[in-house]
């Protein structure tokens, strides 16, 4: 029964932001709705804490750089702003600095940007605003509400699109990988070094063959990277409000045993310390895979089938994170801002990276377990929210993406963790000398530490599973469990497993909200039209 006041009627595994945005949308319907989280505070990758305690650093040890986070339907419909979220996004959204004092630079204005790509090659800056032209409507018609909405079966969607002319162009673009994408529209090294980078932060793998239009979408896309004031925590206290607003619990420190399942229907939660918790109408799990469908349920409610390829949904080889978070007296202050004076306000910074050949380079070492030559970026957040230090102190942030076996086994970080931490405080101290003596405290995460925090991000990939094709859209995490059901009737994925992936986007969250409430025969007036109606428009 919806709403009986007394005990649950869904119960939500993880209390992240995807589970928090699932569940506020499902309390507005009139369900009433517990998250249940492991960790002792509910976000999931929306975290800041202060380094050391007391001092008044705060740290964003996950997400900080979240794109369009103000443009996101939910952002509006569950009222943030009012519970306390805000947002910046500094105009030079991205600079990429080069080992010969030069910068490629991605502004809010994409005007700005074709001018600053112009510098390293006029027919490149061409080809951008020719892509960006062109990919505008493919944007804004199909990609932008594709990932607000379930997705539909491969053939259902190709036989749309090859109903329209843009639809038709965006099947064509497809068909390359980003690299060929690259290599065969633009000519500057580190012009194509700059546009892969970007690729490779969604951790599409630059050589496969169906995401061709990735780096066309990114140039057309008006998403810029925007940060959270008062640290990334503020989204998630915002989020909880909300939820909470709309009659929901979380309880934290909890972490579940098993999902119940009688008579093909997931009835509760039984935790570790042994609690039944009981859902009336479904239990919805933002966790990975593994964990859901090997770890939680017992293997008699599973057919073999499922059990396999939940055990072999594969995760991003490219995703693992190393981060250097340091405290400071004074900002960076990087030697190309000596003639590129704009640079003294530039958001995300990337440095190490000048020629599209080292990611061949990255990748090998990837591959090995070994270390590449560093390439890393990463922003002083302070530089625009002053609420993140002490008065006139500052914090900032380099992250490089590094193999989560390191020498084969992850559990060699633990030794290597802090030699490299100097090999990237040095390498950031040749782009800003300043930074010989600006440091008061520094500290380093590895794979290992995103791991064991957040479990559900298997092998450290913060994306929570690989982008190929055989686990996107309808099909991602896996064939029989895409687009939110689940083989359980009443069992539902909300997490970044699901489509459309990783990152503070709530997109996962806000479209398993959709595929739940019409199985429930709720409609509500926050949902978007059907996907089907806006791709076959031409
Ligand atoms: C170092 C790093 C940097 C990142 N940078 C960015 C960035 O700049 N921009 C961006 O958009 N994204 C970034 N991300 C990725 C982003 O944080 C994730 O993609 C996002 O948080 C996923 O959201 P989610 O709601 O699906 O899951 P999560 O945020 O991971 O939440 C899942 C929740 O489930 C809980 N949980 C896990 N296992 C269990 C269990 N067994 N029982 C109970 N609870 C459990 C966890 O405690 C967590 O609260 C970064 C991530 C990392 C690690």
């Known amino acids: ?34 998250a249940i989280d492991r ?28 794109r369009a986070v103000t443009a996101m339907p939910w952002y509006s419909d569950l009222d943030l702003e009012r519970r306390g979220a805000s947002y910046i996004e ?8 080069t080992r010969d004092g030069g910068a490629l630079e991605w502004w809010t204005d994409i005007e700005r940007t074709i001018a600053s790509v112009a510098q390293f090659s006029r027919r490149d800056a061409a080809t951008l605003r020719r892509w960006h032209d062109e990919f505008v409507p493919i944007v804004q018609q199909i990609l932008g509400p594709e990932n607000r909405s379930p997705p539909l079966p491969p053939t259902q969607r190709r036989a749309l699109l090859e109903r329209t002319p843009s639809g038709r162009r965006l099947l064509e673009v497809s068909a390359a990988s980003p690299l060929e994408f690259v290599q065969r529209e633009f000519e500057h090294p580190t012009v194509m070094a700059g546009l892969l980078f970007f690729n490779g932060l969604r951790e599409v793998d630059m050589r496969v063959r169906g995401f061709g239009h990735h780096i066309a979408a990114l140039i057309a896309s008006p998403a810029k990277a925007q940060m959270s004031r008062g640290g990334s925590a503020a989204l998630a206290r915002a989020l909880e409000a909300a939820m909470r607003a709309s009659g929901g619990e979380i309880r934290l420190l909890t972490e579940p045993a098993r999902i119940v399942v009688e008579d093909s229907r997931a009835i509760g ?164 000398p300043n930074l010989r003596d600006a440091v008061i405290e520094s500290f380093v995460r590895s794979p290992l530490d995103i791991e064991r925090s957040l479990p559900n991000m298997r092998e450290a990939d913060l994306l929570v599973g690989a982008f190929t094709n055989d686990q996107i859209g309808y099909h991602r995490p896996f064939p029989g469990a895409g687009a939110y059901r689940t083989h359980i009737r009443n069992l539902y994925l909300c997490g970044s497993s699901s489509h459309p992936g990783g990152n503070i986007t709530g997109l996962p969250g806000y479209n398993a909200a959709q595929a739940i409430l019409g199985d429930l025969g709720i409609r509500a007036d926050w949902m978007p039209p059907p996907i089907t109606v806006g791709l076959a428009a031409p």
């Open 269 to 432: 939660i039984e935790t570790r310390d042994g609690e039944m918790i009981r859902a009336r109408t479904l239990i919805a799990s933002s966790l990975n895979p593994q964990q859901t469908f090997r770890e939680l349920l017992d293997p008699s409610a599973v057919p073999a089938e499922i059990r396999d390829r939940a055990g072999r949904f594969q995760y991003n080889l490219l995703a693992p994170l190393f981060a250097l978070h340091l405290n400071l007296h004074e900002t960076p202050q990087y030697q190309a801002a000596a003639t590129h004076f704009e640079l003294a306000q530039a958001f995300m910074t990337i440095i190490g990276l000048d020629r599209v050949d080292q990611f061949f380079e990255i990748i090998r070492h990837h591959e090995a377990g070994t270390i590449p030559p560093t390439v890393m970026w990463g922003a002083c957040p302070t530089m625009f929210d002053s609420t993140q230090a002490p008065a006139g102190k500052h914090t900032a942030f380099m992250w490089e993406k590094v193999p989560y076996r390191l020498e084969g086994d992850a559990a060699n970080w633990e030794r290597a963790r802090d030699g490299h931490g100097r090999v990237m405080l040095d390498l950031w101290q040749q782009y800003a």
């Open 39 to 66: 960790a002792a505070v509910a976000g999931g990758g929306l975290a800041t804490a202060e380094y050391p305690l007391g001092s008044g650093f705060l740290h964003n040890p996950h997400a900080f750089f979240q």
């Open 90 to 97: 500094p105009e030079l959204n991205v600079a990429l600095l």
């Open 1 to 34: 029964m919806i709403g009986d006041a007394a005990g649950y009627d869904g119960i939500i595994l993880g209390a992240g932001h995807n589970a928090l945005i699932l569940a506020a949308y499902l309390g507005r319907a009139g369900l009433r709705m517990l």
